[in-house]
């Protein structure tokens, strides 16, 4: 029971997380799902997510569960255990704030999206996009107990505006859990955009 709340609430706490205007769920936000051969391993499962402006492929968490949400511009990641929840999403968070001069109003942003949270100063953020970007960490207490929620939201710049991708696990399993984040990010690789394909909702 105890797990199936903590999911409730991250998901909850991730869905202040996106600040897009109305308008910009109208633009393309596809997946497609792709194989890649990698050295050494057998050919791996990965995606393509499409936008107008550019293209993001990657492969999923060990043992997630993806979710596609064409309508909100995001993709989830979710756990059996609930160890974690990890959110990818596209926003119209201007890129040139992912630049360390940008990272003061950044965390305005998000402090006024999570008023009650606490908002670490920002950090760099390493990828695999060769894009730059930055990081920040947000700790919120539930109001449950002692339950506290940690979060890691990560803003790589891209034509068109940002990606925001974080994760979300109970304050006591964060730790063992970043490992799975940077791992993540790690796997991200961004080019511009094709023409047009016909796109895969996976739901």
């Known amino acids: 029971m105890r797990n199936w709340l903590i999911?409730?609430?991250m998901s909850l706490f991730c869905l202040g997380s996106g600040a897009d205007p109305?308008?910009?769920?109208?633009?393309?936000?596809?997946?497609?799902?792709?194989?890649?051969?990698?050295?050494?391993?057998?050919?791996?499962?990965?995606?393509?997510?499409?936008t107008d402006d550019y293209e993001l492929t990657f492969i999923p968490p060990h043992e997630s569960q993806l979710r596609f949400n064409q309508a909100n511009q995001e993709v989830k990641f979710k756990f059996r255990d609930d160890r974690c929840l990890i959110t990818l999403r596209h926003s119209e968070v201007s890129p040139a704030l992912a630049s360390q001069a940008g990272w003061n109003k950044l965390?305005?942003?998000?402090?006024?999206?999570?008023?009650?949270?606490?908002?670490?100063?920002?950090?760099?953020c390493l990828n695999s996009c060769g894009a730059g970007g930055c990081s920040f960490t947000i700790r919120r207490r539930t109001g449950f107990g002692d339950l506290m929620l940690i979060t890691r939201l990560s803003f790589i710049p891209v034509e068109g505006g940002t990606v925001e991708v974080s994760m979300t696990a109970n304050g006591s399993k964060f730790a063992t859990e970043e490992f799975v984040f940077r791992n993540f990010l790690n796997c991200l690789r961004i080019e511009k955009s094709n023409p047009p394909k016909a796109g895969l909702a996976n739901n």
Not at 23 to 50: M, Q, S
Not at 107 to 114: C, K, T, V, Y
């Open 7 to 9: 999911l409730a609430i």
């Open 22 to 50: 109305a308008g910009a769920k109208e633009a393309k936000f596809e997946l497609r799902k792709i194989t890649v051969n990698l050295p050494e391993f057998p050919p791996t499962e990965a995606y393509t997510l499409e």
């Open 107 to 124: 965390r305005e942003i998000i402090q006024e999206r999570h008023p009650d949270a606490e908002v670490s100063e920002g950090c760099a």
